[in-house]
């Protein structure tokens, strides 16, 4: 393989020299991109180990199952277990592997926003902890021998009970991303939501064969903004709008921010690891350009329409008097299903259902703004006791596993949204990606029912789990 460390770095608008003075340049540039490749190095060394040495209190089982989990199956490190980071989608056998995959892949500050958390990332260490609070104990001789994982909601059916998440800014990771997880999830036959800050337009993305397309709004400047996209949404096709809130004052990823200048643009190094990254690079950036949010740069001021200030103002014009009001004057402009995302607890959900919302989406945002949130799933039987059964319910944060799923849809839920789990898969390799972190989770969901003896979504409930923290021998 070639040393990216040894291609002349692109042409930028700042290499203005004359072309004798290119020998001179170039080389200066190796050096530099040399250098700069050490320190990268030596700076994600010094940054990962810094983070593994910090005191978080309640994360450490969170960081556990974010790397390779420890094992009693090791000793002293044999059997050597590593996960897949080739590009080959067939060979991962987890959502590990295909995230392994998005690692070798990305860039580290493209990784640092796909993977962030707020603060100390407490919230994000316990979306993942969560389900390790429920263990199964499932009966046995029940024939499984016919399992099915279909489900359904709003009426519709779902091949599993499974929505890809509304994420912003996916051209990061893959071009036309947002594209690339509505096909995989209309050939899957799940719903797949669409955040305002895609990069792919709306209409485009409608126009997926087979797609239940929904759309995430963030309500942000004047009204007229607001009942524009909602507009937008309904002529698209789109069944169902998810508001967003919990995210009018975006989260203080400290991480992200440290690999900027204070104007927002990346600082040198991270600039450098870019370049690093030829594979994402010349798949991304070079040919496409960079990202930009398509379907509300329209109502962004024209000299602010660059990549990041366009980010930045979007974030300042979020509507920070957000309230119940604004749910009923948007539950009387949007015709179709209307969710609200982001609450986490009875009291809200009471509310939510009193406002006339359609469904809930339990979440903290992926641990990524308020720290040390509770997970969706720690509220999700307090909330689904008080919402009744017939009321749907959906949750996310930390869906990495078929038993993740399994767990939330005991414990209550109608379904799981995806953020990183589809995120991984359209990183690794676009929609094929994605349809391969489908087949993986579909066929988890199909082994884990048989092996709780359930042979349909309706036969899961709290009778199969068992609270982690029963002393041994209480029934
Ligand atoms: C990279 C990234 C971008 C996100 N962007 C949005 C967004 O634009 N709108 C939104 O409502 N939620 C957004 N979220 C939150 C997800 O919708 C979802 O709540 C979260 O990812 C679930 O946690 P999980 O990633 O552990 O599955 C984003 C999450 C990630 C990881």
Not at 166 to 185: K, S
Request: net charge neutral; hydrophobic share 45%; with cysteine.
């Amino acid at each position: 393989m070639v040393n990216p460390a040894r291609r002349p770095l692109p042409a930028t608008g700042r290499s203005s020299a004359p072309n004798s003075r290119r020998g001179p340049n170039l080389a200066l540039g190796l050096l530099g991109a040399a250098l700069g490749a050490a320190a990268t190095a030596w700076l994600a060394e010094r940054r990962s180990g810094a983070r593994q040495a910090a005191f978080h209190p309640g994360r450490r089982a969170g960081l556990e199952r974010l790397r390779l989990p420890s094992s009693p199956a090791l000793l002293d490190g044999t059997p050597r277990r590593r996960l897949r980071t080739s590009g080959n989608l067939a060979r991962a056998q987890t959502i590990a592997d295909l995230r392994a995959m998005a690692h070798a892949r990305l860039p580290s500050f493209a990784l640092e926003y796909l993977e962030g958390g707020s603060e100390e990332e407490a919230a994000l260490a316990r979306n993942l902890d969560a389900f390790a609070q429920w263990h199964f104990a499932p009966p046995v001789l029940v024939d499984v021998s016919q399992r099915d994982v279909s489900s359904e909601l709003f009426d519709a059916p779902m091949s599993m009970p499974i929505v890809i998440a509304p994420t912003g800014l996916n051209a990061l990771f893959w071009p036309h991303a947002d594209t690339a997880l509505a096909q995989a999830a209309a050939d899957a036959g799940i719903p797949c939501a669409q955040s305002t800050m895609s990069n792919d337009r709306m209409e485009d993305v409608g126009r997926t064969p087979g797609l239940r397309h929904w759309w995430q709004l963030y309500v942000f400047g004047p009204p007229s903004v607001s009942e524009a996209l909602i507009a937008r949404a309904d002529a698209a096709g789109c069944e169902a709008l998810i508001v967003t809130t919990g995210a009018q004052i975006y989260g203080n990823r400290e991480w992200d921010r440290r690999n900027r200048v204070p104007s927002g643009n990346l600082d040198w190094s991270s600039e450098v690891d870019a370049l690093l990254h030829p594979r994402w690079l010349a798949s991304t950036i070079l040919e496409h350009g960079m990202p930009r949010f398509e379907n509300v740069l329209d109502y962004v001021p024209t000299d602010k329409r660059s990549f990041f200030d366009s980010a930045f103002w979007i974030r300042s014009q979020m509507d920070q008097a957000l309230s119940w009001r604004t749910i009923a004057r948007i539950r009387e402009a949007w015709p179709h299903k209307l969710l609200v995302k982001g609450l986490l607890g009875p009291g809200d959900a009471v509310r939510a259902v009193a406002a006339g919302v359609d469904a809930l989406i339990l979440s903290n945002h992926g641990g990524r703004q308020l720290d040390w949130s509770a997970s969706a799933l720690d509220l999700l039987p307090a909330t689904r006791q008080a919402v009744g059964n017939a009321f749907p319910l959906l949750v996310d944060g930390g869906v990495r596993r078929g038993t993740d799923i399994v767990k939330a849809l005991a414990l209550g839920a109608d379904a799981v949204l995806i953020g990183r789990a589809a995120l991984y898969g359209v990183a690794a390799g676009g929609r094929d990606g994605v349809g391969r972190a489908l087949d993986i989770l579909r066929d988890e969901l199909q082994r884990d029912l048989g092996l709780l003896g359930a042979r349909s979504i309706a036969e899961l409930g709290p009778h199969l789990l068992r609270p982690a923290n029963r002393d041994a021998g209480e029934a």
